[in-house]
């Protein structure tokens, strides 16, 4: 990719815009813009928020397949947004498992259960267990973990650099969060309507215990896929397909 193109971003609609490109093995390319300017995320923040979830699975503090949500939903229902909530509300639309819902509430859901599990709110969780390990000093989250956080182009590099070569979460982890749970379910992704079907995938270690909840890390296990949030293009980061993780 030249660097060039990304000056294209120039002609966007709005009245600031920075982007920036990170390579497979997790260095950074290039960017272009205002890089340190921090911008709302919207649901940029999902991909965050799952990761920490992810940390938390590891560390113990969570099991993918516990109860969480809606009746008969677990925690891999919310991270996969087939718990069946709806969009915005906090009201059931569908059995767990039968449509993917794209669902800020679930995530919403899903930041609670994690920070009851851990006995620390979920924006501080995200802190310790994502943001600062990665540098991401620039970076918040101070209202829903599905759409409240704010970054910088070099803060979401980090994380970018982090999804592409994993050392917060086992590589394995990463990757299986990257594969679509519930293959071949119908539903609904915003700014994309009805899909048939509707797959995407989302959403890093020592054996010493975590320092946030004192459990020992647990070692990868073979389990399906989970996905936190399509990444869409925003003002503070570069566009990508709906089947990409963040």
Request: charged share 20%.
């Given at each position: 990719m030249s660097l060039k193109s990304l000056a294209l971003i120039e002609n966007w609609p709005v009245p600031t815009a920075a982007a920036g490109v990170v390579r497979a093995d997790g260095t950074v390319l290039g960017t272009h813009g205002p890089a340190g300017q921090r911008f709302p995320l919207a649901s940029v923040t999902k991909p965050l928020a799952a990761y920490a979830v992810l940390v938390a699975y590891e560390e113990g503090a969570v099991e993918l397949d516990e109860p969480a949500g809606p009746a008969g939903s677990t925690v891999r229902h919310l991270l996969a947004h087939t718990s069946g909530l709806a969009f915005d509300e906090h009201k059931v639309t569908a059995p767990p498992g039968e449509r993917r819902l794209y669902s800020n509430a679930?995530?919403?859901?899903?930041?609670?259960?994690?920070?009851?599990?851990?006995?620390?709110?979920?924006?501080?969780?995200?802190?310790?267990?994502?943001?600062?390990?990665?540098?991401?000093?620039?970076?918040?989250?101070?209202?829903?973990?599905?759409?409240?956080?704010?970054?910088?182009?070099?803060?979401?590099?980090?994380?970018?650099?982090?999804?592409?070569?994993?050392?917060?979460?086992?590589?394995?982890?990463?990757?299986?969060?990257?594969?679509?749970?519930?293959?071949?379910?119908?539903?609904?992704?915003?700014?994309?309507?009805?899909?048939?079907?509707?797959?995407?995938?989302?959403?890093?270690?020592?054996?010493?215990?975590?320092?946030?909840?004192?459990?020992?890390?647990?070692?990868?296990?073979?389990?399906?896929?989970?996905?936190?949030?399509?990444?869409?293009?925003?003002?503070?980061?570069?566009?990508?397909?709906?089947?990409?993780?963040?």
């Open positions: 679930g995530f919403e859901q899903l930041g609670d259960h994690v920070a009851k599990a851990t006995d620390i709110p979920f924006g501080e969780y995200l802190r310790q267990a994502v943001l600062e390990p990665l540098g991401m000093t620039s970076t918040t989250l101070e209202g829903s973990p599905a759409k409240d956080g704010v970054s910088t182009v070099e803060d979401l590099l980090r994380f970018a650099a982090e999804v592409q070569a994993p050392r917060l979460l086992d590589p394995r982890t990463v990757a299986e969060a990257m594969t679509v749970h519930h293959p071949g379910t119908k539903g609904v992704l915003p700014g994309y309507g009805h899909q048939n079907p509707n797959d995407w995938g989302s959403a890093s270690r020592s054996a010493t215990p975590s320092r946030r909840t004192g459990r020992a890390l647990r070692p990868p296990r073979a389990r399906s896929g989970i996905s936190g949030s399509p990444v869409r293009s925003c003002g503070s980061t570069p566009k990508r397909g709906p089947r990409a993780w963040p």
